[in-house]
T-cell receptor
Framework: SAVISQKPSRDICQRGTSLTIQCQVDSQVTMMFWYRQQPGQSLTLIATANQGSEATYESGFVIDKFPISRPNLTFSTLTVSNMSPEDSSIYLC????????FGSGTRLTVV | AQSVTQLDSQVPVFEEAPVELRCNYSSSVSVYLFWYVQYPNQGLQLLLKYLSGSTLVKGINGFEAEFNKSQTSFHLRKPSVHISDTAEYFCAVSEVEYGNKLVFGAGTILRVKS
């Protein structure tokens, strides 16, 4: 199965700033998925990113707040924009390959 | 759209006892089913998956699950738990035909007591 390298592993950010999270996959994949796990909660899908097209966002998530780039078949970024303390969560990327593989996650704290 | 219900938010159990974590799903099409484990302050680890074939699926760490299509269930079982199994367990489902989006249940915290 695919191996995903996700960066950064954690960060503490000031409110009003933005953070870009990167995911690098060791093989080419058609779709990449971005999830959020709020404290004490389950995982919620933010968006699905296909190479060469705009990401598809789930209800409650908008491109202005969570812009996604997918420049090629092995890489994607998620930006959390204009952050507030409510954005404090773990963000994870995932790919499909005989099951779903997840990155190790980015633990974001907004102060 | 698919959905997942994990029937127990917490399951306390004594060490070496058997455990079952329950999961029911809803979907109008064929599905793939998964169980993930998350240890405190760690990422997600795949325990086992059902994609097709035998309905009894064996995973890592002695866990197994059975896909029951008529009852739309995918319960996770272990015959004898260890303290180290204390973690949060997530059931998840994706619909085979619709872009492979994965939907998670709310999670079940397994607390193994000595």
């Amino acid at each position: 199965s695919a191996v995903i390298s996700q960066k950064p592993s954690r960060d503490i950010c000031q409110r009003g700033t933005s953070l870009t999270i990167q995911c690098q996959v060791d093989s080419q994949v058609t779709m990449m998925f971005w999830y959020r796990q709020q404290p004490g909660q389950s995982l919620t899908l933010i968006a699905t990113a296909n190479q060469g097209s705009e990401a598809t966002y789930e209800s409650g998530f908008v491109i202005d707040k969570f812009p996604i780039s997918r420049p090629n078949l092995t890489f994607s970024t998620l930006t959390v924009s204009n952050m507030s303390p409510e954005d404090s969560s773990i963000y994870l990327c995932s790919v499909w390959g005989d099951g779903y593989t997840f990155g190790s996650g980015t633990r974001l704290t907004v102060v | 759209a698919q959905s997942v219900t994990q029937l127990d938010s917490q399951v306390p159990v004594f060490e070496e006892a058997p455990v079952e974590l329950r999961c029911n799903y809803s979907s109008s099409v064929s599905v793939y089913l998964f169980w993930y484990v998350q240890y405190p302050n760690q990422g997600l680890q795949l325990l086992l998956k059902y994609l097709s074939g035998s309905t009894l699926v064996k995973g890592i760490n002695g866990f197994e699950a059975e896909f029951n299509k008529s009852q739309t269930s995918f319960h996770l079982r272990k015959p004898s738990v260890h303290i180290s199994d204390t973690a949060e367990y997530f059931c998840a489902v994706s619909e085979v035909e619709y872009g492979n989006k994965l939907v998670f249940g709310a999670g079940t915290i397994l607390r193994v007591k000595s």
